[in-house]
């Protein structure tokens, strides 16, 4: 299963469900490359201006599919009985600066508490994207 990150407002704000989409890059195309097929979801295409060369992109993430919300974490010890701390969900006055918070990039799905479905999935060019 695949994860997903966010900064923590941002986290906040998708678990209560008051975030619903995100924005994500793709960083294989050159920006002056013509998109063709805009809103396709499974494929997209891009062509070079003037050499007719094309660029099939998939995307990260497909409709339908659950993924988890990465968060940093803290195994406290490796017993039975202990649960895992999340960062996110302690208040500021509560963090610990002893706690040696574990990056979320590197959150294994067992440890996962938040799941999403992907419900749609849309390639637009950023100068194209209005509000």
């Keep these: ?6 900064t923590e407002d941002m986290f906040k704000l998708v678990i209560t469900g008051e975030k619903t989409q995100t924005r994500r890059i793709i960083k294989d195309v ?3 490359w013509d998109l063709i097929g805009k809103g396709i979801t499974q494929l997209t295409a891009f062509i070079k201006p003037g050499t007719g060369e094309m660029l099939n992109v998939y995307p990260r993430y497909f409709p339908g599919e659950i ?4 968060e940093p974490f803290f195994i406290p010890l490796p017993f039975p009985g202990f649960d895992i701390i999340y ?3 302690l208040s500021r ?12 990039l590197f959150m294994p799905e067992k440890y ?3 799941f999403i ?3 749609r999935v849309r390639v637009e060019k950023l100068c194209d994207i209005s509000g």
Excluded: D, Q
């Excluded at 299963?1 to 966010?6: A, L, N």
């Excluded at 006055?93 to 979320?104: D, F, G, R, V």
């Design 1 to 6: 299963m695949k994860g997903i990150c966010f």
């Design 30 to 32: 050159p920006g002056y």
């Design 67 to 70: 993924v988890y919300l990465k």
């Design 87 to 89: 960062k996110y969900t």
């Design 93 to 104: 006055a509560n963090l610990e600066s002893s706690y040696k918070w574990k990056n979320k």
């Design 112 to 114: 996962a508490r938040y």
């Design 117 to 119: 479905l992907i419900k």
